[in-house]
């Protein structure tokens, strides 16, 4: 089979698309004939070799941890899949992922794909779906009448974050440059602040109730962003590399967050998509042997929007 793998830590230029062994999967798992997987910026950082302590992979390595594919084989003792299912999941961070014709996975990450999507865009809602939810539903606490800034709202996580906020009934502010000011409005975004031109500190005139950062800002401009936060409010944050500032003195508290797997909240996603309750957004669909001038995009900085990676057919 056809797979993306590094042979050693480096930039994106140490990607191979080349001819690997078919997985074969143990007791637990199920084989998936990959459909699509999804960019995240994690898969930069494990490449690039950034990660290595919280995550360290078995080179070589295929990268990929969010899914959508069919069950092609069955591992023993797996129930409740069969094959010819069509499936998403949030792999095992340290495994070998998606990027590949086939993958294994454990059966208690996978769930039943959404109906009203094409399979291959429900890649794009696993991990970043999560991420969402947990920041904002299970940490901010985000309830109807608050008022959520959503720093770096343009990227995957944030149009989510976006919808979520609005459908708990929140006035959300969410930053972005001028290209994805049309997006964020449509996902619900009640105002939008370009942060290319704009000082989002001033711009936002008004304290929030809940900020949630998800840009990889500096502390200094992370800690000014948190002088807009009302006392009793608090700050989410999901860049590792700038840990969210509590003010104790008013009483802001701070929360890191990141993403835990969690298949039955997944499962919650996907009926909220099939509902039409939230929306999967596919900024670009790659073939996979042009993988890595996505990450080449992400090393640059210059990345934008939710990429998925269509496997091979045929």
Do not use: C
Request: hydrophobic residues 50%.
């Amino acid at each position: 089979m056809k797979a993306v793998r590094f042979h050693a830590y480096g930039g994106p230029e140490v990607l191979r698309y080349e001819d690997v062994e078919q997985p074969v999967p143990g007791a637990g798992q199920v084989r998936l004939r990959v459909a699509a997987s999804a960019f995240n910026l994690v898969d930069d950082g494990i490449r690039g070799g950034y990660l290595q302590e919280p995550f360290p992979v078995a080179l070589p390595h295929v990268p990929g941890i969010e899914v959508s594919g069919t069950v092609d084989a069955v591992g023993e003792g797996v129930d409740g899949l069969r094959v010819g299912d069509d499936v998403i999941g949030f792999l095992p961070m340290v495994a070998d992922g998606a990027a590949a014709e086939y993958v294994v996975a454990p059966a208690e990450v996978l769930v039943a794909a959404p109906r009203t999507v094409p399979l291959t865009d429900a890649a794009a809602l696993p991990m970043v779906g999560l991420t969402a939810w947990q920041a904002l539903v299970d940490d901010a606490k985000v309830v109807a009448g608050q008022r959520v800034l959503i720093n770096g709202a343009s990227g995957a996580v944030g149009g989510y974050a976006v919808q979520l906020a609005k459908n708990a009934g929140a006035h959300v502010i969410a930053t972005g440059g001028p290209r994805s000011s049309e997006r964020l409005r449509a996902q619900g975004a009640d105002e939008v602040v370009d942060h290319i031109t704009t000082d989002v500190v001033a711009a936002v005139e008004e304290p929030v109730d809940v900020l949630l950062n998800l840009a990889p800002v500096t502390p200094e401009q992370l800690a000014a962003l948190v002088t807009r936060v009302r006392d009793g409010g608090v700050v989410v944050n999901t860049v590792p590399r700038t840990p969210a500032p509590a003010d104790e003195a008013r009483g802001v508290r701070a929360v890191d967050v990141f993403v835990r797997n969690d298949a039955e909240l997944l499962a919650r996603l996907v009926g909220m998509v099939d509902r039409g309750e939230l929306r999967v957004d596919v900024d670009r669909r790659v073939a996979l042997a042009d993988l890595a001038s996505i990450h080449a995009e992400a090393t640059a900085g210059t990345l934008r929007g939710k990429v998925v990676v269509l496997a091979p057919t045929g």
